[in-house]
């Protein structure tokens, strides 16, 4: 009777923490891209919309978002917009984005990273300030941008002309660095990669800038604590980059762009996560949606089954504690003490046998 009993118990242990474990890796809260390359083959604008002055270029290997003549400007938009706090109870959205893109040498605007809330408009553009600038004078929806700025504009309080910046709801920085300081000239023409990411559960964001095949650096080139989902009211937001010459003839290129959103788990949000193991999803790697689905399916059986095994492990463990250590119970010393009685026995054998050995001397 007693080991079937455990054996039951042990299964549904076992199934229980196979099905809480890994119901929560198979909801697909993680919307996600990635393009290397922007042609008819690579499929993009089912996920990427361009606005402005925006094209692609011919083989479809790079965007070029302004056009090289005065009050340019243009703008590459993640067609979904994107909740940064969802559910009830509430799970808070990090992310990770990574593109690599180019200035050329003018001292045009620069590019920018922004976040729109649903409402500001996305088609209304002009030539200055990133392609902002009408929607930032009716100062109805405030935006959240990430600027590359190559130009001083003393209006903006701008450090140079070669600086990157954080600004909360207009374009005056919150917080500025000059990109000079870590050898980088962001217009110099040479491609350069840029990694952001933002966290829910530690409110901040980080900014990570190198020239293409340079290595992700460890440490950011600018970080700034904030709440994303306070700032934007639980508005959902759209996200892109955004360019303008303002007047100058500089062109922006972008030549990849991936991005990823995940959501935390309301009982994660105590926990400390790691930013690196996350922000390595963000490489330029494109994503296949399905085989993710799989890929996610796979990881939350081999997980589940893992945990399984783990609740097996610990059910045996007690198992065993609590089972062969019965002896000491009442009922299990009447099994156990014939056996002493024949180690008694042999132990007067052996003593006969000594004795009669000493008999024999
Ligand atoms: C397109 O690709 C061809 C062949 O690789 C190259 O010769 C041409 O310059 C490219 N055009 C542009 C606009 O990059
Ligand atoms: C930016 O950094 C460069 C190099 O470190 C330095 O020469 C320049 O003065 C700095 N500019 C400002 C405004 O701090
Ligand atoms: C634009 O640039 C030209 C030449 O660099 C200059 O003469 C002109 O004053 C500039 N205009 C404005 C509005 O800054």
Not at 16 to 31: C, E, G, N
Not at 36 to 51: H, M, P, R, T, V
Not at 158 to 168: Q, S
Not at 266 to 276: C, F, G, I, K, V
């Amino acid at each position: 009777m007693a080991p079937n009993h455990h054996i039951r118990y042990l299964l549904t242990f076992s199934f229980l923490a196979l099905f809480f474990l890994a119901v929560p890796l198979l909801v697909d809260s993680s919307p996600s891209f990635g393009f290397q390359k922007f042609d008819k083959g690579s499929n993009f604008e089912s996920q990427i919309a361009l606005y402005g002055d925006t094209k692609v270029d011919e083989n479809g290997s790079y965007v070029q978002i302004t056009g090289s003549w005065n009050l340019s400007a243009g703008r590459v938009m993640y067609r979904k917009p994107i909740k940064l706090v969802e559910g009830n109870p509430r799970r808070k959205a990090s992310f990770g984005t990574y593109f690599s893109f180019s200035l050329s040498p003018e001292d045009g605007d620069g590019l920018a990273f922004v976040m729109l809330p649903v409402g500001f408009s996305l088609d209304g553009y002009d030539g200055t300030l990133f392609g902002l600038s009408n929607e930032l004078a009716e100062k109805k929806n405030r935006p959240f941008v990430i600027e590359f700025d190559t130009k001083i504009d003393a209006k903006y309080g701008d450090l140079n002309g070669n600086h990157v910046g954080i600004d909360v709801g207009s374009l005056v920085s919150v917080k500025v660095t000059n990109a000079s300081d870590v050898k980088l000239v962001l217009n110099s023409g040479e491609k350069l990669q840029c990694w952001i990411d933002y966290e829910a559960t530690s409110k901040r964001i980080e900014v990570r800038l190198s020239k293409l095949g340079k290595k992700r650096p460890s440490d950011p080139l600018i970080s700034y604590p904030i709440d994303l989902s306070e700032m934007f009211k639980n508005k959902p937001v759209f996200l892109g980059l955004s360019s303008s010459t303002a007047n100058s003839t500089q062109i922006c290129n972008l030549y990849s762009w991936s991005f990823k959103l995940r959501q935390v788990p309301y009982w994660m949000h105590s926990q400390p996560l790691d930013p690196e193991a996350f922000t390595k999803d963000a490489e330029p790697v494109a994503l296949h949606k399905r085989s993710d689905c799989i890929l996610r399916v796979l990881t939350a059986l081999i997980f589940g089954t893992g945990c399984g095994a783990l609740g097996a492990f610990i059910a045996l463990f007690v198992w065993t504690v609590f089972v062969t250590k019965r002896p000491v119970a009442p009922e299990e010393y009447v099994v156990t003490r014939p056996v002493n009685y024949e180690y008694d026995k042999v132990k007067v054998l052996v003593v006969e046998k000594s004795a009669k050995d000493d008999d024999r001397k």
